[in-house]
């Protein structure tokens, strides 16, 4: 059984930053592509960062991108995502997903494809 767990989050001032983890156990993470995807307060659930097979294979929303990397390690099979420049906007849930992908270059963006989710963790940017 695949089971990912997030961890990392926590309350923050406007511009500050911090790195999420995501450990991921029960499979062979090395074939999987990653994502994050994060719920604000009343809103649905939103794509973040995208990462493929390859570490150099990413994808990011544009109202996270150059604030935010995502990366890998598949010795410790975990997801990172590394965010800066916090502002009161990114609050909300963040969650890891992994999906099986038969290509190292493939990212995944649309959440109905990630076949694994982990049960999120909270960020609170205050101004």
């Known amino acids: 059984q695949v089971q990912l767990v997030e961890s990392g989050g926590g309350l923050l001032r406007r511009g500050e930053s911090l790195r999420l983890s995501c450990v991921v156990s029960?499979?062979?993470?090395?074939?999987?592509?990653l994502g994050w995807f994060r719920q604000p307060p009343g809103k649905e659930r939103e794509f973040v960062a995208a990462?493929?097979?390859?570490?150099?294979?990413?994808h990011y929303a544009a109202s996270v991108r150059g604030r935010f990397v995502i990366s890998r390690d598949n010795a410790k099979n975990t997801v990172y995502l590394q965010v800066n420049s916090l502002e009161p906007e990114d609050t909300g849930v963040y969650y890891c997903?992994?999906?099986?992908?038969?290509?190292?270059?493939?990212?995944?963006?649309?959440?109905?494809?990630?076949?694994?989710w982990g049960q999120g963790t909270q960020v609170t940017v205050s101004s």
């Open positions: 990462i493929g097979r390859h570490y150099l294979v990413t």
């Open positions: 997903a992994a999906a099986w992908a038969d290509q190292e270059n493939k990212f995944i963006v649309y959440w109905g494809k990630y076949e694994f």
């Open positions: 029960g499979g062979a993470f090395g074939n999987y592509a």
